[in-house]
Each structure stands twice: as C-alpha cells, then as structure tokens.
C-alpha cells in the first residue's frame, strides 16, 4: 500500500503514510494558465494498493476534480487497487430534492468517484449516514466524535452535558456521552430551504449552572451552533464548548460562534483551520491497517 497525498490533504496524507510506515509517493501539481488542474504522479504505480488522500472541503469543486484527477489516473497507470479517502464529503447536504428540480447533487459526486475508478472509499462523518446506501463500492464512515470528545475528557470536562444541534447529531453526542458522561440531548431544529433560516422548537434542558459541549458534523456559517450555544447559555450553562469534525468556517462563522458565547471552538484537521486541535490520523491509519 502506497499514500498519494492529494494537494486539498497533503499534510494528512504524509501524517498517515508516517504513521503507517509506509511510502508516500508525490505528486506535482499545478494550474494551468486558464484555471484548470494539472497532476503527474511522478514515480510508478503500477501494481501498487494506491490510498489517495483528497479531501472535498472549499473550494469543493475545484478539489472534487482533482481528486477524480487522482483516482481515474491511478487506475489508468494499472494501480492494483484504489482507495480514496475523502475526510469532508462534499455536497453530502444536498441528498434530497426540497424543490421539484433540484439537483441531488451528492448522488452526482458518488457517481462520478466510483466512475473514475475507486475501489473503496474512506470518509469522516458523512453529513448523512444513509448516502452510504448510494455507493456500489465498499464504504466505511469513521466517526471523530469519540477523538473530540476524549480531547475535552482530557481538559477536564468529564461530566459536561453533550449537546446536539439537531436530531441528525444524535448519534454523535450518545458517542460523546459515552465517553463525558454527563447526558446528552437535542434541539428540534428546521431549517427554511430556501432562505437558510434557522427555527426552534422551544425545550428545556439540565444545564443549570454545567458544562456543555455542542458536537455537530460542520460548522460552516456557524448559524446552527450560535443558536445552540445561545440556546444553552439562555438555560443557565456555566461553560459551552463548540466542537465540529469539519470545520469550514465560512467567513465570520468563527467570531459568529464564539460571539454567542462558546468558550471556544475546537474541530479536527479533517479540514485545516485554526481551530483544527483533534487530529483524524489515527482513525484513518486504523481503518487502512484493518484491510492490509
Ligand atoms: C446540519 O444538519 C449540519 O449537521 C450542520 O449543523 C450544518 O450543516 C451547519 O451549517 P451552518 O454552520 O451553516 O449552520
């Protein structure tokens, strides 16, 4: 088995091959004058169980072409098998049709990957987990919940009241509370498709005066955590805590989050950010070692 670090996961790709002790083979890059991706493996393939490493996060269009750039290429210099680990699913929000027209645009990307030519597929926290249902090739979905969490057991908060977003984070937090102990719970979120607005159903929680930590798959405008850190703080939470495993971070989300009143904002380098503390190595080192 060979690491192809892809340029949106260099860094992860090499931490991986380091961890794995195995060969990381580089590949140049570059961009054309007029924008468009250019790749050379630079060393042979051939025969090879080539793990590409490339991730999908912003600018997800222009990632998604070159990690399909990477995986038909591997395939095409007679690479013995493909694997592509793609830690933040791109467009894995887009699964449902809410408009007659619209594009269910995650179905699109499986497609084209497993067309290029991957064998297997690794991710991290896909949005949803019934997308898993769309692939016709092996996919395994880790889970970094259990990694954040145990970097806030680590800081003390063991006992803190995990908290989700919404109903499609509760898988995540009974994880988290298996690991902090102090309950869990969620908040009955809707969002508007069309303009983005965020409503709640109102619900009280037993966070008087204790530590909380809110655990979603994404922050991206920050939208969905400041109204669950706002949601907290109004019910008496001493401390809140806002933790993601993919951290896009769109413009202001950050000062957005914490503005509302976390006390920081902690995610993983699934996606590279200042806030990026929980590291996503092991768990991918492990899930490639089992199939080895
Ligand atoms: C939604 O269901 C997701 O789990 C996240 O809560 C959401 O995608 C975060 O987006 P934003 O930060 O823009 O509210």
């Known amino acids: ?4 670090p892809g340029p949106a996961s260099r860094k992860l790709g090499l931490r991986i091959a380091e961890v794995l002790h195995i060969k990381a083979t580089p590949i140049e890059f570059k961009l054309f004058p007029d924008g468009e991706s250019y790749i050379c493996y630079t060393e042979d393939v051939s025969g090879e169980n080539v793990v590409i490493v490339q991730n999908t996060c912003p ?3 222009v990632n998604l072409i070159r990690l399909l750039l990477l995986i038909n290429t591997a395939k095409d210099l007679n690479a013995n098998s493909v694997t592509a680990v793609v830690p933040y699913f791109a467009y894995a929000r887009q699964m449902r049709r809410s408009r007659p027209g619209e594009a269910i645009s995650v179905r699109t990307i499986i497609g084209l990957i497993e067309k290029a030519g991957a064998d297997r597929v690794i991710t991290v926290n896909i949005h949803n987990t019934s997308i898993l249902n769309w692939f016709s090739i092996p996919v395994q979905n880790l889970s970094a919940i259990p990694l954040l969490a145990s970097f806030f057991k680590a800081r003390g908060l063991t006992g803190a009241f995990s908290f989700a977003p919404d109903d499609g984070a509760l898988e995540a937090n009974r994880e988290a509370d298996k690991i902090l102990g102090g309950g869990y ?5 809707e969002r508007d498709a069309i303009t983005g607005e965020i409503r709640i159903k109102k619900k009280m929680f037993d966070v008087k005066d ?3 930590v809110v655990f979603d798959d994404i922050i991206s405008t920050g939208a969905t955590m400041e109204v669950a850190v706002k949601t907290l703080k109004k019910q008496g939470a001493r401390r809140v805590y806002a933790a993601c495993v993919h951290p896009i971070l769109v413009a202001d989300a950050r000062e957005r989050v914490l503005s509302s009143g976390a006390e ?4 993983t380098d699934s996606v590279p950010s200042p806030v990026s503390a929980v590291s996503i190595v092991p768990i991918i080192a492990e899930a490639l070692k089992r199939k080895a």
Not at 185 to 189: A, E, F, H, N, S
Not at 264 to 267: H, Q
Request: hydrophobic share 35%; glycine share 10%; net charge negative.
């Open 1 to 4: 088995m060979i690491i192809a």
């Open 59 to 61: 600018p997800q269009d």
């Open 185 to 189: 719970g969620y908040l009955d979120k």
């Open 210 to 212: 204790r530590d909380c």
């Open 264 to 267: 920081e904002i902690i995610g």
